[in-house]
């Protein structure tokens, strides 16, 4: 139902972007966001908008990461720049539509 891309691995200081595409049986979606799980931690919430446009970011990624929404594509896009060793893990993205959904999950990897 949710399809992530976008991660890899990248050196500190660098950028990555990831999108991740909800199928067209995904309808009146309420809710976009990333969650990620560094290795060893529980997942945390990294970056949300709102069906309104509103946002919302973990304090560690304000300043450095942008989540944006295409709602003709059914897409929830997450630009990181200024990545840092500790950004990595694996990326989730999350849909709220009556359901929830959770994407397959990307890893990213900063290396120092």
């Known amino acids: 139902q949710l399809q992530a891309s976008g991660g890899g691995l990248v050196q500190a200081g660098g950028s990555l972007r990831l999108s991740c595409a909800a199928s067209?049986?995904?309808?009146?979606?309420?809710?976009r966001a990333w969650y990620r799980q560094p290795p060893g931690k529980q997942r945390e919430l990294v970056a949300s908008i709102a069906s309104g446009g509103q946002t919302n970011y973990a304090d560690s990624v304000k300043g450095r990461f942008t989540i944006s929404r295409d709602n003709a594509k059914n897409t929830v896009d997450l630009q990181m720049n200024g990545l840092k060793p500790e950004d990595t893990g694996i990326y989730y993205c999350y849909v709220l539509s009556g359901t929830i959904y959770w994407g397959q999950g990307t890893q990213v990897t900063v290396s120092s």
């Open positions: 067209g049986s995904i309808s009146r979606i309420n809710f």
